[in-house]
């Protein structure tokens, strides 16, 4: 089983977004069988094997083993991954490019390149699933706060400062793909984030003041 699987085909990426199915991929993070699942779903055990053969037609859950009761063989299955993400693929002449765009500061080149970067993760880790291999990857999640747009501004010019000296110093234009040498994608994004809802906060600070 994935960690993540990323779904390219748009049949099956249809097929996932169904409510009913999306809480069968859930519970089938650990093996079951229809009758098991119609118990967690609350669902006629016959309805929940017509969304687990669509599920499977489309490579979402796959077969562990099957239990021989009676004269009645019953199959268990598990979903395929612990999480699913809908690639771009499936949006096919609809999805972003980021070579529609040319501002570094526009937002919608930012969301370009994140769906860029969901496609091409999507195939390097079915590629490197399927060789048996890691995938070798690299990256920083966290969170600054500016004193003022001015600080914003100027931390963002630095960044792009440090990030091009790095790359000028280890890239190797000419010889490092002929000589075995490996081309790596970098992205670097700064965006907002996103507002604590108000309700949160009270909640926090209630149980700040109750410790």
């Known amino acids: ?14 097929v996932s977004l169904d409510p ?19 118990v967690k779903v609350g669902m006629p ?21 099957e239990r021989r009761k009676g ?6 299955l598990r979903a395929t991954a612990g999480s699913y993400l809908i690639s771009p693929v499936a949006l096919a002449s609809v999805a972003p490019d980021p070579r529609r765009f040319a501002d570094r500061f526009s937002a919608f080149w930012l969301l370009s390149l994140a769906s860029r970067t969901v496609q091409e993760m999507g195939k390097l880790i079915s ?16 969170e ?6 001015a600080d914003r501004a100027a931390f963002a010019e630095e960044l792009g400062v440090a990030v091009t000296r790095l790359v000028d110093k280890y890239h190797d234009g000419g010889t490092a793909v002929a000589g075995g040498g490996r081309k790596h994608r970098l992205v670097v994004v700064l965006h907002p984030a996103l507002k604590t809802p108000l309700t949160e906060v009270t909640v926090e600070k209630d149980q700040d003041n109750d410790q």
Do not use: C, W
């Open 1 to 14: 089983m994935l960690d993540i699987e990323v779904i390219e085909d748009p049949a099956a990426a249809e």
């Open 20 to 38: 009913i199915r999306t809480r069968i991929l859930r519970e089938l993070a650990e093996p079951a069988s229809a009758t098991q699942l119609a």
């Open 45 to 65: 055990r016959q309805k929940v094997n017509y969304h687990l053969k669509a599920l499977e037609h489309h490579g979402l859950v796959e077969l562990v083993e």
């Open 71 to 76: 004269n009645v063989t019953e199959r268990v």
């Open 127 to 142: 590629g490197a699933a399927a060789a048996r291999k890691k995938l070798a990857s690299f990256a920083i999640d966290g």
């Open 144 to 149: 600054i706060t500016f004193r003022s747009a």
